[in-house]
Nanobody, 126 residues
Framework: EVQLQASGGGLVQAGGSLRLSCKVSGFTYDDYTIGWFRQAPGKEQEGVSCLSMNDGSTYYADSVKGRFTISRGYAKNTVYLQMNSLKPDDTAVYYC???????????????????WGQGTEVTVSS
């Protein structure tokens, strides 16, 4: 069974940076997509970014474009979300999710994802 372990959250001042990690276990092949989603208190879940392991393609929500970077770790079973120029509006619990796909697919539709990690909390103070 696929398992996801998200980590790296914390408290940071506005303008600061954090790097989130998502470690994937229980799946050997490269035909999947990892997505990052977030949910702030009282708000709907929002797709942040995703990375296709099939071909390396990425996608970003407009709200984070130019500030966040998603990448694959050297160990290949880890995906990072580098978050720079953080704003108080970025405060949320961040989740990584796994989508098994035999073709490269970048989507931030949460219903497309098969497995979810437990979330890591990010707080950006003003």
């Amino acid at each position: 069974e696929v398992q996801l372990q998200a980590s790296g959250g914390g408290l940071v001042q506005a303008g600061g940076s954090l790097r989130l990690s998502c470690k994937v276990s229980g799946f050997t092949y490269d035909d999947y997509t990892i997505g990052w989603f977030r949910q702030a208190p009282g708000k709907e879940q929002e797709g942040v970014s995703c990375l296709s392991m099939n071909d390396g393609s990425t996608y970003y929500a407009d709200s984070v474009k130019g500030r966040f970077t998603i990448s694959r770790g050297y160990a290949k079973n880890t995906v990072y979300l580098q978050m720079n120029s953080l704003k108080p509006d970025d405060t949320a619990v961040y989740y990584c999710a796994f989508l098994h796909t035999v073709v490269a697919l970048t989507t931030l539709m949460p219903d497309e994802y098969d497995y979810w990690g437990q979330g890591t909390e990010v707080t950006v103070s003003s």
